[in-house]
């Protein structure tokens, strides 16, 4: 067995990191792609291994040298034409090594699991093709298999069908091709196609000629949960360094990324804090069926959103500020506060990250369940010059939960004693007794110095469309916050989503019981882990001390490297820092089910 590495092409979207180098010199994570791949290659017992080159040829045999002297036998075949042709000459310049040995043949941009060779070399049959199932990040050729795994069809990119994706494997670019296929199929199909059609084409297209008049021989091996990435710009560079680090690195990258997470499909995010039962599917139709014209036309301004919002939540529109998520309201709300604000730690700390550090009054809840009733708040700030309480409730990452009557209180001891109180209700359709813990009511508006927030991404399951209220029946607050967010802030898709809600909110009273249930289920099943200690929650999440065999640190890279779980470590919270508290969110159950099954290994 013999491997060929196509090696000869430019890498022009990489910019920067193929200015002197060609792409598989390019490194991931302090490792050239083309070092890990011989050094895979190296364990295999290999006859040769030989690369193509091209663009910068000279730099990357410098690069090599003589390292593999002894372990892999490395020589070069030149594309001096790099530049004007595409893989399919790179390949026929070295067909007639093809038809000497059976042959691993592997694009240069690649990156991959240590498993795949072994897995491509121990299958059965001769002449294979590793394939992944296709996910959205995927480009380039596809496959369709039948029930036996026979490549039936090659999917260039211009006949690629989105109503297909379904039946779409991407090929992963690692083939196994038997002497004998090489020889009487593989290379005549080779010579006759590039002799037709030219060299800047693709060696896929082969195969494709070749499934379609005659049956090809060809198995595609799905990789599975194997990682692999293909690297064609910077964008797929910083996927592919996520992925494949490791330890506490892995955990900086996914958690500095601040969302985008569906680029890793694979990723069962914890931190992720929705409802799993809303919107309906019917919701989603409506939403796709009215895409073209929200995609193609501009959003209503704040007058109408605010109206819309309004509708929804039943008040006035006069009280109400639409945002691009709560995220932009809360920066312009603590923009417009004065004096000093009380805050309840531990926190979302959105809120005081927008303060100096001089003007927070901080009050912690320190006890073994981070709890505290409206009773502790009014004790602790009596003597407190502040000008604004801050209350989070349910309070993230504790899930404490403060009912109406306490909450009524509270707005009363501020109003007596001059406090505006800012309320974050983003997590109330999660408590139980949901419909009556809102304080989203012009009555009750407007008798007190209260602002109301709400995250409508969190409760109401749209965090891609970036939407949240503030409302309040100080006008002049009001006013000021909408000169200045911009006049559109919001997008077509978040105007419309609002737009269509109210038929839908039956099903969100539906989902938000559904998931108090399967919350009070999940609940029970952690509760059975014996290193953790769950804290009662009334939120989407339950926060958790991990009491012994891990650090809250070191169970949040297990369950990420091990299982592709990802939690919260609240270690970053300024108040629990070594206190090994994790927070973890409510799914659904088959994903619920998932991580306990993981943390029942783990405890193992």
């Known amino acids: 067995m013999q491997a060929i590495i196509l090696a000869a092409g430019m890498g022009r979207r990489l910019g920067a990191y193929t200015k002197e180098n060609t792409k598989c010199m390019v490194s991931v994570n302090g490792v050239r792609l083309i070092d890990r791949v011989l050094g895979q290659l190296s364990r295999l017992g290999l006859s040769r291994v030989t690369i193509v080159v091209g663009y910068k040829g000279d730099s990357l045999k410098a690069h090599i040298g003589g390292r593999y002297d002894g372990v892999l036998r490395i020589e070069y075949v030149e ?43 121990d299958a059965p049959s001769p002449n294979v093709a590793l394939v992944a199932r296709y996910e959205s ?50 290379v005549p199909f080779l010579e006759a196609y590039s002799k037709a059609l030219g060299d800047n084409e693709y060696y896929e297209q082969v195969l494709r000629v070749i499934t379609h008049i005659d049956n090809a021989d060809l198995k595609a091996l799905p990789v599975g949960g194997e990682k692999w990435y293909e690297i064609d710009d910077v964008q797929d560079l910083d996927i592919a360094e996520t992925l494949f680090a490791e330890g506490g690195e892995m955990f900086r990258r996914y958690n500095c990324r601040y969302g985008g997470h569906w680029r890793f499909p694979k990723l069962l995010d914890y931190c992720y804090l929705v409802n799993p039962y809303f919107p309906p599917q019917r919701m989603k139709d409506e939403l796709k069926a009215n895409f073209d014209i929200l995609l193609t036309e501009y959003p209503s301004g704040m007058l109408v959103n605010s109206m819309i919002a309004a509708k929804n939540f039943g008040i006035s529109q006069d009280y109400v500020v639409v945002g691009n998520g709560a995220a932009e309201l809360i920066k312009s709300l603590m923009e417009q506060l004065h004096g000093r604000v009380g805050v309840i730690y531990p926190t979302f700390e959105e809120y005081p990250n927008r ?61 007596g004693n001059g406090i505006t109180f800012v309320v974050d209700e983003s997590f109330v359709d999660f408590s139980e007794g949901f419909e009556h813990n809102s304080l989203l009511h012009d009555e009750i508006l407007e008798v007190h110095r209260l602002v109301v927030m709400k995250s409508i991404s969190k409760s109401f399951g749209v965090p891609g469309l970036r939407l949240g209220i503030l409302a309040c029946a100080d006008r002049q607050l009001i006013c000021r916050m909408r000169k200045d967010v911009s006049i559109w802030n919001i997008n077509s898709f978040a105007e419309f989503y609002m737009q269509i809600y109210g038929k839908y909110a039956a ?35 339950f926060c958790c001390e991990v009491t012994d065999r891990y650090t809250s640190a070191e169970l949040a890279m297990r369950l990420l490297e091990g299982y592709d779980i990802m939690i919260k470590d609240c270690g970053s919270k300024s108040t629990l820092k070594d206190r090994n508290y994790i927070r973890m969110s409510v799914r659904d159950t088959k994903d619920n089910d998932v991580l306990i099954a993981a943390l029942r290994e783990l405890e193992r």
Not at 375 to 402: R, V
């Open 79 to 121: 594309n001096p034409v790099y530049d004007r042709t595409n893989n399919i000459y790179s390949l026929f310049l070295v067909r007639k090594r093809m038809e000497e040995e059976d042959t691993l043949l592997i694009e240069s941009d690649l990156i991959f699991s240590d498993n795949l060779f072994p897995m491509i070399m």
């Open 137 to 186: 990040w995927m480009d380039g050729t596809m496959v369709k298999i039948d029930a036996e795994n026979n490549i039936v069809n090659f999917i260039p990119k211009k006949a690629f069908d989105y109503a297909d994706v379904g039946e779409y494997y991407k090929t992963v670019n690692i083939y196994k091709f038997s002497k004998e296929f090489s020889k009487t199929r593989y």
């Open 355 to 415: 303060l100096a550090k001089e003007r927070i009054v901080q009050y912690i809840a320190d006890n073994d369940t981070l709890s505290y009733d409206a009773d502790d708040l009014m004790a602790f700030f009596g003597d407190k010059e502040i000008g604004t309480l801050l209350l989070i409730n349910p309070d993230n990452p504790s899930g404490n939960f403060i009912d109406m009557d306490g909450v009524l209180r509270l707005a009363d001891w501020c109003d």
């Open 507 to 541: 099903d969100y009273t539906a989902a938000c019981h559904r998931f108090i249930s399967e919350r009070e289920r999940f609940g029970g099943l952690l509760r059975q882990i014996t290193f953790l200690r769950v804290l009662p929650s009334q939120a989407n999440y």
